[in-house]
Nanobody
Framework: QVHLVESGGGLVQAGGSLRLSCGAS????????MGWFRQAPGKEREFVAT????????DYTDSVKGRFTISRDNAKNTVYLHMNSLEPEDTAVYYC??????????????????WGHGTQVTVSS
């Protein structure tokens, strides 16, 4: 079992930055593929970013490439999402997710078997 807790959400003006953190417990963190997803009101949950177990491979949805960076610190059992140049369209609840069986970083929602409760990010125009 893996327990995930997100933090770092909040209200920010367009063009601003936030850093989301997700702490994990319950399983060897370095064995987990980690991801960030988001869900805006009235929309389905969508993939944002993923990172491999070692941190050497990352992938992003097109709308955040060049603005968001996913990273991890295996010594601290934590994954981060650094968000720059935020836009009102980035407003959503952001979820941290972990996969205990994916062999590599993956964008597939169904590959993640552990989820946090989410943290709200609101970007004002």
């Amino acid at each position: 079992q893996v327990h995930l807790v997100e933090s770092g959400g909040g209200l920010v003006q367009a063009g601003g930055s936030l850093r989301l953190s997700c702490g994990a417990s319950g399983r060897t963190f370095a064995s987990l593929v980690m991801g960030w997803f988001r869900q805006a009101p009235g929309k389905e949950r969508e993939f944002v970013a993923t990172i491999s177990q070692s941190g050497g491979i990352t992938d992003y949805t097109d709308s955040v490439k060049g603005r968001f960076t996913i990273s991890r610190d295996n010594a601290k059992n934590t994954v981060y999402l650094h968000m720059n140049s935020l836009e009102p369209e980035d407003t959503a609840v952001y979820y941290c997710a972990a996969s205990s069986y994916a062999p590599v970083a993956t964008t597939a929602t169904t590959a993640y078997n552990y989820w946090g409760h989410g943290t709200q990010v609101t970007v004002s125009s």
